[in-house]
């Protein structure tokens, strides 16, 4: 059965920090692994990644993967307020296989 | 613009009436998507359908029901079996290829009187 697994569950930081979320997965067929956040509404498409050791940036965003040891991470380097939102990763096979998600907070 | 509707952001259902989310894309995708999101669970899988007049089930298919008479239109039928059914429900569509990015509605809100 394809898995999933998103770590931490919930992460509280100050403006500022830098923090880094993690996803493990476990996917027959291996295609991509997706990043989306979240905030009230709809998920927002972040990242796909294929390749190991690519790195994807997009501002102060950025995420890489790891396909030796099946994980990826997402870096968010001086945290800002509206950073704080759900952060799902994923993994396509028929649908798409999500983690639960790690809900940043950033405080002021 | 192109994009996902769903309709309505919110929807009250009192208990053993069945109601239906609306999900409409005009991106012309051929796959499109229900999921359920509850509290620290994630995005759970309810059915998909990757071409007009076929859809599969997902995880967590029991006490709702789907169509796919038109590639544009996918809507969800929550049935009075479903006896949980107080969540928020996202539709989304892709592209074909299994591995692109699924872009998503705004949400449904559904809860229970």
């Known amino acids: 059965e394809d898995k999933v697994v998103q770590s931490p569950l919930s992460l509280v930081v100050h403006e500022g920090d830098t923090v880094t979320l993690n996803c493990s997965y476990e996917?027959?067929?291996?295609?991509?692994l997706l990043w989306y956040k979240q905030e009230k509404k709809a998920p927002t498409f972040l990242f796909m990644l294929?390749?190991?050791?690519i790195e994807k940036k997009s501002g102060r965003l950025s995420s890489i993967l790891d396909k030796k040891e099946l994980f990826s991470i997402l870096n968010i380097t001086a945290t800002q307020t509206g950073d704080s939102a759900i952060y799902l990763c994923?993994?396509?096979?028929?649908?798409?296989?999500f983690g639960k998600g790690t809900s940043l907070l950033v405080t002021p | 613009d192109g994009g996902i509707t769903q309709s309505p952001k919110y929807l009250f259902r009192k208990e053993g009436q069945n109601v239906t989310l609306s999900c409409e894309q005009n991106?012309?995708?051929?796959?499109m998507y229900w999921y359920r999101q509850d509290p620290g669970q994630g995005l759970r899988l309810i059915y998909y359908?990757?071409?007009?007049?076929?859809?599969q089930k997902g995880d967590i298919a029991e006490g709702y029901s789907v169509s796919r008479e038109k590639k544009e239109s996918f809507p969800l039928t929550v049935t009075s079996a479903q006896k949980n059914p107080t969540a928020f429900y996202l539709c989304?569509?892709?592209?074909?290829?299994?591995?692109?990015?699924?872009?998503f509605g705004d949400g449904t809100r559904l809860s229970i009187l």
């Open positions: 359908s990757q071409i007009v007049n076929d859809f």
């Open positions: 989304a569509s892709r592209l074909g290829g299994s591995n692109q990015p699924q872009h």
């Open positions: 294929t390749s190991s050791g």
């Open positions: 996917v027959t067929n291996f295609r991509s």
């Open positions: 991106l012309n995708h051929d796959a």
């Open positions: 994923a993994s396509p096979g028929g649908a798409l296989n």
